[in-house]
């Protein structure tokens, strides 16, 4: 009996073994774009052993040994940008092989964060997207713009393989793109005149610790890690899920670096926002081990939450803002006035353009060192009190402002804390705004949009908008 046990045995390991492929993530996919001049990562499964063979058609290559599991990894050459289309063949010495076609070299960026990055050129039920129709038409003009979507799969410890592979750019593909990074590749692609691939890895509702591990989230009093397996908590309000899901199958994909569009969940908690935010991309990025690869992102739009005049996300843009301080290579995007008056109950502008293209332009002037490209919105700097006026002034406007007439947005309190509409003028020999109302005598604060949902109109020569703030720390 143990002779014929073992010989089934026997059979069983030889015929999986013989029967054994080359396995790849979906990530590593036909269409896909690898991150230029640099060594880039593909990896998968064969059988125990084996030895891998990569060979890339623009002439370089890589091999490695499979490990005892079958898991191997290769790091493989890849050439400067351009439009030619390439292939790269692997193979195994068990005999097996296979081809990816129709490659593209070029930049690569990772995206990421809740519903606002997730949201499609399709938009969203009653929620529409601006110009989405012309969008979608268009896609097959980009064709040097690839897409990857990872699904949604939230789990409990870090996955090997999410779901996902890449798409080209067509009317039946587009219009499940994420509109943000789309269009950010659009304005990357138009600018650096290279293909462009984004990864879009997002989940609608999440917070930010839902996008960080088990061994940074055990450190904070006020995250329980229970709800991650709760059947009575929301999937997008389960703490370190995504991360285990949906990033950490993705950081063997080589990148350029981060786009992240999050923080409506995080209203409320606007004092551990910043250093979990900080926390967040210094895992990311010791993950993918590049370095400190760059940043960006999005601070989040007027709307009413709990209250249109409440402060609650105001105070989560603030902590936002001072993100930028804490992690090195980051920048942050003003959205202010990219929202319509009746999008005050909207959480999903409809305008994704100009966040896409905003972003761009971070990338174009820090990444790319394309410095006559404006990218950085004016920001408050000081004040001085000149007997009923509050005199401004401000970063990155050196060139002054714009409406000259005509300014909303601000407010001003005296000492005792209650604010009232201001109006403002500029000073267009100094470059400082001046603050003023005939209800507060001796100002003593200014408050420039910074409520849930109020909508400012003063930009800097590039038309980029005055980052909301708050001279107080009431």
């Not at 293909?195 to 591990?213: A, H, K, L």
């Not at 990219?338 to 820090?366: C, F, S, T, W």
């Amino acid at each position: 009996m143990k002779t014929k046990v073992f010989w089934i045995a026997l059979l069983f390991l030889l015929t999986t073994t013989a029967g054994a492929k080359i396995k790849l993530p979906q990530l590593l996919s036909d269409n896909m774009v690898l991150q230029q001049e640099t060594k880039v990562h593909l990896w998968g499964e064969t059988t125990p052993n084996a030895t891998i063979n990569v060979m890339g058609s623009w002439g370089k290559g890589g091999s490695a040994k499979a490990d005892a599991n079958g898991k191997w990894i290769v790091e493989l050459q890849t050439p400067s940008a351009s439009y030619q289309t390439y292939h790269i063949h692997i193979n195994s010495s068990d005999g097996d092989a296979m081809k990816l076609n129709d490659i593209l070299i070029g930049e690569v960026w990772f995206c990421s964060g809740q519903s606002n990055m997730e949201m499609p050129l399709n938009g969203f039920h009653n929620c529409p997207l601006d110009d989405s129709n012309n969008l979608i038409a268009d896609a097959a003009n980009h064709p040097y713009i690839r897409v990857a979507t990872i699904a949604r799969k939230g789990a409990l410890e870090p996955q090997e393989y999410a779901n996902g592979n890449w798409k080209e750019p067509n009317v039946k593909n587009a219009p499940d793109y994420s509109a943000t990074a789309y269009l950010y590749a659009l304005a990357l692609q138009r600018t650096l005149q290279v293909p462009v691939g984004v990864i879009n890895c997002s989940w609608g509702g999440t917070r930010v610790e839902g996008w960080m591990p088990k061994e940074i989230l055990e450190k904070y009093s006020d995250v329980d890690l229970n709800k991650a397996s709760s059947k009575d908590v929301p999937e997008s309000a389960k703490p370190m899920i995504m991360y285990n899901g949906l990033l950490y199958p993705c950081i063997n994909y080589t990148i350029k670096g981060f786009i992240w569009y999050q923080g409506c969940s995080n209203v409320g908690k606007a004092n551990t926002y910043a250093e979990r935010m900080q926390a967040m991309v210094k895992q990311w990025r010791s993950l993918w081990k590049e370095g400190d690869i760059p940043f960006y992102y999005v601070e989040i739009a007027p709307y009413a939450y709990d209250n249109p005049e409440g402060i609650n996300a105001a105070l989560l843009r603030e902590s936002q803002f001072k993100a930028q301080s804490l992690i090195p290579n980051s920048a942050m995007i003003c959205t202010n006035d990219l929202v319509a008056p009746y999008e005050v109950v909207q959480i999903h502008p409809k305008n994704k353009k100009d966040v896409g293209e905003r972003l761009a332009y971070q990338a174009l002037n820090k990444t790319y060192n394309n410095k006559t490209i404006v990218a950085d919105s004016p920001s408050f700097k000081d004040m001085k009190i000149d007997g009923k006026n509050a005199i401004l002034s401000f970063n990155n406007a050196n060139q002054g402002f714009s409406p000259w007439k005509g300014i909303t947005g601000f407010e001003v309190a005296g000492a005792d804390k209650v604010f009232y509409p201001a109006e403002a003028s500029l000073n267009i020999k100094d470059m400082t705004v001046v603050v003023t109302s005939d209800k507060v005598a001796n100002p003593v604060a200014v408050r420039y949009c910074f409520r849930n949902f109020q909508i400012g109109n003063l930009k800097n020569h590039r038309n980029l908008p005055l980052i909301p703030f708050r001279t107080d720390n009431w």
